[in-house]
Each structure stands twice: as C-alpha cells, then as structure tokens.
C-alpha cells in the first residue's frame, strides 16, 4: 500500500532538490539574469507543449470519475500556453527554439510513461505539477516581474488543483498491484531528478548551453 505522501516521504532528498533551486531563489531576489529566465520560459514552454499530450493521454486511461479534475486541467493548459506566448511576445522572444538536451530528456520520458498503467501516469501527473506548486512557493513573495510567474503555479486554486491530482493518484494506486505501485514510486523519483536538472538547466544558461 503506498500514497502519494509515502513517495516524498521516502524520497525527501530528491525531492528537496527537485524543488529549491538557486534559480528560483535568485527569482525571489530579483537578480536571476534575463538570460537565463528568457532560456527557462522559452524551455519551458516547449515542455507544456509536450505535457499538454502527456495531460490529454492520462484522461485517455482515466476512470470517468476522474475526468472532471483532468478536465479542468485541460482547459487551464489551454490558457497558458496563450499566457506563454504572450510573456514571449512582451520579452521579445521566439519560443520557435529547439529544445536544449535536457528538455529533449524530459519529453522524451513523458511520451515513455504514456504507455504506463494509470495509476503510474496518475502519479508522474502529480508529482510534475506539485513540483511546480511548491517549486514557486517556497522562495517567498518574488520580485516584480517573477511574481506573476510565482503565482500562476502556487495560486490557491492551482493547489487545490494539485491537492485533487493526489487524491486521485492515491485512488488509483491503492487498487494497483505491487509492482504497478513500485513503478509509480520510480517514475516519481525520475520526475524529482528532471525538475532538478531543467532549473539547472535554465540556471547555467548560456554558459553551459547551446555552446
Ligand atoms: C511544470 C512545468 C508544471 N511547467 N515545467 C516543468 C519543467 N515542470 C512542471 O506544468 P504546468 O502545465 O505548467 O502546470
């Protein structure tokens, strides 16, 4: 028997670093570089696209009782990829980029857990958006122009939202078997491990990247 809870839990390290980061912290203060916030928006948005295919297909194996919160989640997505592009239009930026290698990675393990039972997508959905949840929480109030970022994924309503794809990430794994629910447990280890490397990613830019 396991929870969504029991994953952070047992993982608390992992999970830690999947959700400070000095980009965040320096988002907070006000001095990240707009380079490298201009590389995590435009690497950011590349990766919603490929999420909102991975939010869609989780519906596809959900109980209709699900549907509701996955539903509203969708419609939500459907907004920020417009919010995307229009914060890219007011930076200057194109979001036409190509994906930097560790959004490459990331992608890349979405489509894989899309063959993966439910209660296994369940999970991974979970743990993506709780890490962004607390990911732009924990800094405390963010300055000016970050706070607006800060509160499109720690607003009240966005929690519950989280709080919703707990509960029924958790309805799914108590009626899963044994190795479904160790499954469940490595891809949320993987999703905490890629939300570190992608602020990473974003941090180090442009030394480390498109060299
Ligand atoms: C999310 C995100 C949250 N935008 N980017 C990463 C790397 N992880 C999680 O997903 P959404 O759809 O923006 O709520």
New binding site residues.
């Given amino acids: 028997m396991i929870f969504c809870q029991d994953l952070i839990e047992r993982h608390p390290q992992l999970w830690h670093n999947a959700t400070h980061h000095p980009f965040l912290d320096a988002c907070q203060s006000g001095t990240i570089g707009p380079e490298q916030f201009d590389t995590w928006l435009v690497q ?1 948005y590349q ?2 696209v490929e ?2 295919r991975f ?1 869609a297909n989780v519906l596809t194996g959900a109980p209709v009782e699900h549907f509701d919160v996955l539903l509203g989640g969708l419609v939500a ?1 459907k907004d ?1 990829l417009n919010w995307f592009r229009e914060k890219a239009r007011e930076r200057g930026l194109t979001l036409q980029a190509d994906k930097h290698p560790t959004g490459e990675a ?1 992608t890349q393990y979405l489509a894989s857990w899309e063959v993966k039972p439910y209660p296994v997508r369940a999970t991974a959905l979970w743990a ?2 709780l ?2 949840n607390q990911g732009w929480q924990l800094p405390g109030k963010m300055a000016s122009p970050y706070d607006e970022f800060a509160d499109r ?1 720690g607003n009240p309503e ?1 929690t519950e939202y989280v709080k919703h794809l707990e509960r029924q990430a958790d309805e799914s794994l108590q009626a899963a078997s044994e190795p479904v629910q160790q499954q469940a447990e490595a891809v949320f280890r993987e999703v905490a491990r ?2 570190r490397e ?1 602020w990473q990613m974003a941090f180090a830019s442009p030394s480390e990247n498109f060299a």
């Fill in positions: 950011d990766f919603v999420f909102t939010l997505i920020e990331y993506i958006e890490a962004y994924w966005f890629l939300e992608f």
